[in-house]
């Protein structure tokens, strides 16, 4: 692609940072992984055009990535700092995983369709995002042989909190997830550091429902 091209990407993906500001998004680090990302290389090439609009957009596999201001959102609430260790349930096109090694985490992220992950990871390699660990799994198991995380993030609707997730957060560790059938509430859990577990409830949003086993 020619560099007039990626510049017109850069100013792009500028705008789009300063409508997020407008809904509220604060976190600096956040909104400079976002002014980053080249999301148009993560979403299907037809819908090149379409990458900086604020809306979410299919990705194939009856499968979407969240519109961005949705992914600015759930990462300021994840709280993360440089040398973290995150678990993404729901790697999808691969942009929240971007944003996050843009962030300067340690990602580990795991996806239930095949196919998706494996297309993801070479996309995601070929921009220099190079997560920690990235897998074919199921999201209810979560991820044990890496754990505990420091921070845990699901990119799909879950009916309940799994109980594996919690078990697999660090002490004073922290999730973000969205909960609820049709339309769900995004919600935020810490694990405090006696090991309870605190809850807080933020806005509510409309994810694709976090299947149950790989597919
Ligand atoms: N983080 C992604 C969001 C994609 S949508 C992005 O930035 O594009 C949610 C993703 O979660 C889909 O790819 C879907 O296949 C995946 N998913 C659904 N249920 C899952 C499960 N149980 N385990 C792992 N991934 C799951």
Redesign the pocket.
Known sequence: MSSGEEITHAIKRQQLVEEIKKQGITDERVLRAIAKVPRHK?VPPELEDWAYENRPLP?G?G????QPFT?AYMTQLLDVKPGMKVL??????????A?LLEMGAKVF?????RS?YLS?IEKLKALGYIPAYAGY????QGLPEYAPYDRI?V??AAPFVPQPLIDQLRPGGKMVIPVGKDVQEMVRIIKLPDGKIKKEIYDRFV?????????
């Open positions: 993560l990705i596999e499968q979407t990535v969240s992914v993404e349930i729901g790697t999808g096109s691969g942009y929240q995983t944003v992220t795991i996806e239930r369709v998706l993801t799994g199921d999201g209810y993030i990119t799909a994810f694709v429902p976090l299947l149950p086993g790989k597919e």
